[in-house]
């Protein structure tokens, strides 16, 4: 599904100083949940890769590797990452992938292990990100999985932004 959303996001007109970014780590091929589309413009891929939307296509600004996206440290990374790349007046987050309400969610099953975040988890690398980023709160936090609007997620993550939205 996120490869499905981020080609429709990438079909939408380009907005003027709107920037669109993801940090993007898909399964392996032989992995059950390995989608069968590709990303426009971004080949078939299994490592982590920090991508920009630009003319309808995403452009790879850099291969981070394997890395654990279940982790609160990688979040962080990005959110410092994309802020000191692209700085911005207003910042959104959204976190794409599995949810499971107060377990957490956003599994990362590839190599190097299997990781998956905490609600803990979560606000930390948030929170980490977002003081090294200089961002007291994003505009939006998006939670593209299901059961991410359950009272402990919003408890915990609402205020760390001006909107909350996600699944049921």
């Known amino acids: 599904d996120m490869v499905r959303n981020l080609a429709a996001v990438a079909e939408l007109p380009e907005m003027p100083n709107v920037n669109v970014v993801a940090?993007?780590?898909?399964?392996?091929?032989?992995?059950?949940?390995a989608p069968t589309a590709t990303l426009p413009g971004v080949g078939d891929f299994?490592?982590?890769?920090?991508?920009?939307?630009?003319?309808?296509?995403?452009?790879?600004?850099?291969?981070?590797?394997?890395?654990?996206?279940?982790?609160?440290?990688?979040?962080?990374?990005?959110i410092e990452e994309v802020a000191d790349r692209f700085p911005a007046g207003k910042y959104g987050l959204?976190?794409?992938?599995?949810?499971?309400?107060?377990?957490?969610?956003?599994?990362?099953?590839?190599?190097?292990?299997?990781?998956?975040?905490?609600?803990?988890?979560?606000?930390?690398?948030?929170?980490?990100?977002?003081?090294?980023?200089?961002?007291?709160?994003?505009?939006?936090?998006?939670?593209?999985?299901c059961l991410m609007s359950s009272y402990e997620v919003a408890s915990a993550l609402a205020p760390l932004a001006k909107t909350m939205v996600g699944s049921e």
């Open 46 to 78: 299994t490592t982590a890769k920090l991508l920009k939307l630009e003319g309808g296509r995403y452009n790879e600004i850099r291969d981070l590797g394997e890395v654990s996206m279940g982790r609160p440290d990688v979040l962080a990374g990005f």
């Open 23 to 33: 940090l993007v780590d898909l399964p392996e091929r032989d992995d059950p949940g």
């Open 94 to 145: 959204v976190l794409s992938d599995h949810g499971g309400a107060y377990m957490g969610g956003y599994q990362d099953t590839g190599p190097p292990g299997t990781t998956m975040m905490s609600v803990e988890d979560m606000r930390i690398g948030m929170l980490a990100g977002m003081q090294r980023a200089g961002i007291d709160r994003f505009e939006m936090l998006d939670h593209d999985s």
